[in-house]
């Protein structure tokens, strides 16, 4: 998978497969640049996406909304607002990295 960038919304679908580069993928279709306000939906989803490196711009974010599911292998930077709602997994793989001045959000239950 090439390197992605992460101030349009766009919405994973995951209708052809897990792959972040695939447009038809994504609402409306296009790989999403560093700029894009992303949505990860759990309803009706089937394909959740997986990702080598993501960037968020300043002054664009990434949702990860309740039972939500993103897998990242290598770089997560963030320099706007990545928030997880409460049941939304971020997998990272070991070799992951995470940098960036930007927000994070962690809206989840303690039990």
């Known amino acids: 998978?090439?390197?992605i960038s992460v101030s349009k919304e766009i919405e994973w679908q995951g209708t052809t497969s897990t792959n972040w580069?695939?447009?038809t993928n994504w609402n409306p279709n296009g790989v999403?640049?560093?700029g894009n306000n992303i949505t990860i939906p759990s309803?009706?989803?089937t394909n959740y996406p997986a990702s080598t490196n993501i960037t968020i711009d300043a002054g664009a974010s990434l949702t990860l909304q309740s039972g939500a599911e993103l897998t990242l292998t290598g770089a997560l930077t963030n320099n706007g607002?990545?928030?997880l709602e409460n049941g939304a997994t971020?997998?990272?793989g070991a070799n992951s990295t995470y940098s960036g001045?930007?927000?994070v959000q962690v809206k989840?239950?303690?039990t």
């Open 43 to 45: 309803a009706g989803i």
């Open 108 to 110: 989840q239950s303690i």
């Open 101 to 103: 001045t930007g927000t």
């Open 90 to 92: 971020l997998v990272q």
């Open 81 to 83: 607002t990545l928030t």
């Open 32 to 34: 999403p640049s560093s």
């Open 21 to 23: 580069n695939t447009s």
């Open 1 to 3: 998978m090439k390197n």
